[in-house]
């Protein structure tokens, strides 16, 4: 074998290396849910996450977005008890420690979105932004009400 075929086999395993880690790294986070359908008239709900986070280095979600719907936003909220009532406070970010998986929940952390109509049947696409500058996009089926009554947060 020439040199030059031997260093370009090196260079060629070395690139296929690179790629495989760079792929492992995007998909150490498998994110799935689900949100919630909108009673009659109302443009507010809710969808809950769960991110599992297989990969070696802590995550934060910073923000979430809703590319495909004009006038939406979706927020981080989490609840707190106060005097014995729950109450919703923005959350800043969600920290996803290396090897754990946060789940969200209905009483707890979940995504606050204003300005959407959500039928039950349908997918919701949803953007994630991440504090290291990456981003997501997914889409989580949307649920009809459980138990008859929307009650979150
Ligand atoms: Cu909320």
New binding site residues.
Partial sequence: MQRWQWIAGVLLVGLAWLGCAAAQATTALDVSGYARETPPGATMS?AYLSLRNSGKAPRRLVAVTLPDRDGAAAAL?TTVVDDGINR?RPLAQLAIPAGATVAMAPGGV?L?LRGVRLQAGEQLSLRLHFANGSERNIRVPVRGPQGGGHK??
């Fill in positions: 809710a909220h919703m979940h606050m979150h947060g």
